[in-house]
């Protein structure tokens, strides 16, 4: 290639005329000003969360439906197991929005009543599933050695046990309720996160900060709750989401072969159950509603979850 | 190897006696017990009851003669029907269930993988989001809800397809999507994630520079390293299909093992459901080990001589 467009330098430095520069004002708090607003890691990743369309349809869909399940009730005139035979099988209508099902209850109440025991099923075997798995997770991964091949061999033995075999064992004997339940879906279901927090946890540990905070002589326990939980926070938020609709998945599952939460709840997979021989008769909103509600929950967690995971995860910041 | 497989086997042993302990425990525990005489009127039943869990012992002898009958494959009589025993009705449902679930997986992982490779090839495109947003809707929806739309809309609605029973490949369809749908969006998404990130790697660069066909590089190279997470979760992917045949079974009225175990579940016949579970658990537990096996011969990257972690 032949060098093309070669500037000349024509001045000599001294050469060089005053007239070429200026001086710029001194203003010593404008120099330090950093261009952009500093973000901690929250501000970031919510952010980023912002910007996912899918992920906020999903978290305003939640927080409706969590404003709905609180306050539906109170809006209607009607009791959850309210029978009123001669009423059975309306179709959707101003008196009844969502219709009513086989014994004349109005459907539009049984569903908040629904969100209320599916949603509080699903965060509180979430959390539950959270406190056991950090701590187990959290102990076996820092300890490390011996203490972390015992409990990790006891995790891999929970972890093939099948989940739901286990579940329908457990609620045939304790007998199905909310509680129970909540129990049932928890005693296998921590196995995930503990394995998670461990990971984390033997990653984040070697870390240069987590070796200062040692050399200082910090007590372990303060290591684990103040360096090693902190960082670690990103993916353990996105399994406690993805923990949520296998739980709701779980309970309308269980419900569903007749070991679900009895009346005078009404959880959507005791709805949904009630309402199968109803649809080849033509009355589809009976299983409609309770349908649509399980379905768009759990893709409201799925679309959350997905879009947490890109919004926490570091190395996608931009 | 040899010791990967060995300590493998282990925990897998370990595993299977918790969940053979633990029916025990579950069932002398059982709110009125099944052994009391007033659960069941029949005076067969109790005869074989007795003779099966051999009440008259104390406990550790009856635990003990438990283990024993299970490993002799012997799950003993069912307390709600007369002169059934749970391998007759094991033997009867357990065929068929296990052709519904062969049948789902096999759907599920080819249109699964499929799904996944165009999602991945269309990247960012029009294809990639339809592929995706379906993946997600699969996965939300629960498998007895897909399956009573399923029936209303296909079957009922526009008559196309038989409402239930197993009796011809035509009624196989229903009950096969409604049990796939779930297992194959969870794939088509894992191997678009993997092969996404494989196709970024050199060597895919260097079959390009090549001037290898993009068949070639993505069947032939991407492919098969982008496939072993999907071996990873085909343990889990099992398990959830095979919980799915209980209600799958429930609602197309497919005489199998799940719909046999429903029924017991609803009539508390608690050696059915003992007998199933443990049958089911030590199926699902031999398959999670088998994967496991099938995953460190299937990936060079595993070294078995390491010591600790996974």
Redesign the interface.
Known sequence: MKPTNVVKTTHSPSQIPDDWFNKLEKDGQEAEAVARPSLSYWQDAWRRLVKNKMAMLGLVFLVLLAIMAIFGPIFSPYQVNMQNLPNQYQPPSAKHWFGTDNAGRDVFTRTWYGARISLFVGVMAALIDVTIGIIWGGISGYKGGRTDNIMMRIIEILYGLPYLLVVILLLVVLGPSLSTIIIALTVTGWVGMARIVRGQVLQIKNYEFVLASKSFGTKSSRIIRKNLLPNSMGPIIVQMTLTVPTAIFAEAFLSFIGLGIQSPFASWGVMANDSLGAILSGNWWTLFFPAFFISFTMFAFNVLGDGLQDALDPKLRK | MLKYIFKRFG??L??LW??IT??FI?MI???GSPFNSDQSSNETIQANLEAHYNLDEPYHIQYLLYLKSIVTFDFGPSIKQPNQSVNDLLGRGFPISFELGMMTIIVAVISGIILGIIASLKHNGFIDYLAMGLA??G????N??LA??L??QIA?NLEILPTATWSSPAHMILPVTALATGPMAIIARLTRSTMLEVLTQDYIKMAKAKGLSPWKIVFKHALRNALMPVVTIMGTLL?GI??GT??IE??FAIPGMGKYF?ES??Q?D?PV??GT?VF??AF??LM?FLVDIAYGILDPRIKFHKK??E
Do not use: D, E, H, W
Not at chain 2, 139 to 142: E, F, L, N, Q, V
């Open positions: 925990i897998m370990v595993t918790i969940i633990l029916t579950l525990n059982v709110p997600v809707l996965i939300s929806i629960p007895f809800i009573t739309l029936i209303q009922v398990a095979l919980t209980f209600v429930q609602i429903v579940i609803n508390r608690y459901i003992m579970t089911y658990s699902l537990i999670l600790g972690g």
